[in-house]
């Protein structure tokens, strides 16, 4: 009986190191997710505000090394390990020399100038109806659906992490994998013991038309004018002596027009357009373009124009709180074919995605 709780007691305790093991590997990813996110978002940022490329890359890499101290535990070294078959790596090893504990690991980028399809870093289009030639799920190696790089007119922008120990990786970077711990003295593969655990994150921001507007709540931010210019006028270019409306709430898209006078300003002003609601049509607003208003004039401008750093608006539907509808949303979505950089715009996640194992 002694015996049968002994061998018992093995099997629990190896159990228990292998999911204490993936658990921590789990919460490495997570945190590696939210890094990639943000840094991802970060350069989505920097193409609404029309930054260059190289200032693009730059703030994508500041973004993601500044998040934290770090985003993986310190490098560790096993000692009397003994390499059983002859990978260079100690399979048998069971002890941490704690002496040896390097720095953590920290989130050091690749800006990918040469704009690599592994690269960390990779500015491109997303190309959000496109159907894909391959089942999703099927390995491409670092090809993704419906994203294609670009540097000349880039809508998106891929930040990749990982530590997955591989190496000559064009325009990346990898950190090694993580070493197994609590399970060391299982019964799991010597192999799979002396590779290590590899995980990875992948995010990709694209630029959509703005749902919504903040208040300015500083100079140093933007904010919506009490106007609104009709799209008909923003498609055929008129923005000299044009007929403006003013909205009930210039912050949102859904917001129904109003009798009242329209205001002059500088920022984001509000584009509506006939669209059909609840069976009715009605003249809401759809959007949003940066310009100065001056009486019936209005001139196109960018935040850069405006000489803003930041700016104050979003693509999440979730902060509108008017009711919308399909038409409604179809004519939001088709100011993306609007020429023009001075449509606002604003990233949104189009992929958050914690990959498994050595496969990209």
């Not at 002859?86 to 941490?96: A, F, L, N, V, W």
């Not at 357009?273 to 069976?279: D, F, I, Q, R, T």
């Not at 759809?286 to 208003?293: I, K, Q, R, T, W």
């Not at 001056?294 to 401008?301: E, G, K, L, S, Y």
């Amino acid at each position: 009986m002694l015996i049968l709780v002994v061998i018992l007691l093995f099997a629990l305790f190896a159990i228990a190191g292998l999911l204490i093991d993936i658990g921590m590997a789990r919460l490495t990813q997570a945190h590696m997710q939210s890094v990639s996110d943000a840094a991802a978002l970060e350069g989505g940022w920097q193409l609404a505000m029309g930054a260059d490329q190289t200032t693009t890359r730059n703030a994508v890499v500041d973004r993601a090394a500044g998040m934290s101290e770090s985003w993986g535990s310190h490098r560790i070294e096993l000692e009397d390990g003994h390499d059983l078959n002859d990978d260079g790596k100690p399979e048998s090893s069971q002890t941490i020399n704690r002496d040896t504990l390097g720095d953590p690991i920290r989130p050091m980028l690749d800006p990918n100038v040469d704009n690599n399809t592994a690269g960390d870093i990779v500015l491109g289009k997303y190309m959000i109806n496109e159907v894909p030639d391959e089942l999703p799920g099927q390995p491409m190696g670092y090809d993704r659906h419906a994203f294609e790089p670009d540097v000349n007119d880039p809508n998106s922008v891929l930040v990749r992490l990982r530590r997955t120990g591989e190496d000559d990786l064009a325009g990346g970077a990898s950190a090694e994998r993580l070493t197994y711990l609590w399970s060391r003295g299982s019964l799991l593969d010597l192999g799979l013991k002396g590779d290590g655990i590899a995980v990875r994150s992948e995010s990709i921001a694209k630029l959509a038309p703005v749902v919504a507007v903040g208040t300015a709540v500083s100079s140093s931010l933007p904010t919506a004018i009490n106007a609104a210019i009709e799209l008909v006028d923003v498609r055929a270019e008129r923005f000299t002596d044009v007929k403006l409306l003013r909205p009930e709430d210039p912050f949102q898209i859904g917001s129904l027009m109003t009798g009242g006078d329209p205001e002059d300003g500088v920022g984001y002003l509000p584009i509506a357009s006939s669209v059909m609601l609840e069976g009715s049509s009605e003249i809401r607003v759809v959007g949003f373009m940066l310009a100065s208003v001056q009486d019936d004039d209005v001139t196109p401008m960018t935040l850069s124009d405006m000489g803003y750093e930041r700016a104050n608006a979003t693509a999440n539907l979730g902060w509108v709180t008017y009711p919308l509808s399909h038409d409604l949303l179809l004519v939001h979505q088709s100011l993306s074919d609007v020429e023009g950089d001075f449509i606002a715009c604003a990233p949104a996640l189009v992929r958050s995605q914690q990959i498994h194992g050595g496969t990209p």
